[in-house]
């Protein structure tokens, strides 16, 4: 893996995260996760490959990476044996990116006992923003 996946406190998770940090679909989009804790996430993802008709990142794109943190997220912060499903998210497209890699920082909003919401920020190589989104995860009872 191209980058190393730091997590803060949480080493036991560290092989399950790289796993589910590369699902088939994030694996598809070239999304790589650069840091994890339940606090703050770290992921980058190509532009090319990633793409609208019209040469622009895909703002599918920006919500299937947003969607990714906060499930890792919310899954650090529950436990290995919780389940966690997403229950809302929304992003707004601030900017186009047409080229590079994108990076997006996750910041918890809040981590309860049965919902967790996350602020991600995803900014273009120049440091610009170009989305805001927002993810809300519901954790489930244990895995049976």
């Known amino acids: 893996m191209a980058s190393e996946v730091r997590l803060s406190g949480m080493s036991e998770f560290l092989e399950e995260i790289k796993k589910r ?17 339940p606090q703050r996430l770290v992921a980058t993802m190509p532009v090319a490959g990633n793409t609208q ?14 969607e990714s943190l906060g499930s890792i997220g919310t899954q650090l912060h529950a436990g290995r044996d919780r389940r966690i ?12 990116a047409t080229a590079g890699i ?24 120049k440091g610009e923003r170009t989305c805001t989104a927002r993810i809300t995860c519901l954790i489930l009872a244990e895995r049976s």
């Open 102 to 125: 994108v990076t997006a920082v996750a910041t918890a909003i809040s981590l309860g006992k049965t919902l967790c919401c996350y602020e991600v920020v995803i900014s273009n190589d």
């Open 53 to 66: 008709p019209m040469g622009l990142l895909h703002g599918g794109a920006n919500v299937v990476l947003a």
């Open 85 to 96: 499903v997403g229950v809302d998210i929304n992003a707004t497209h601030h900017k186009s």
């Open 21 to 37: 940090g590369r699902g088939a679909l994030d694996e598809k989009m070239g999304i790589e996760i650069v840091e994890a804790s």
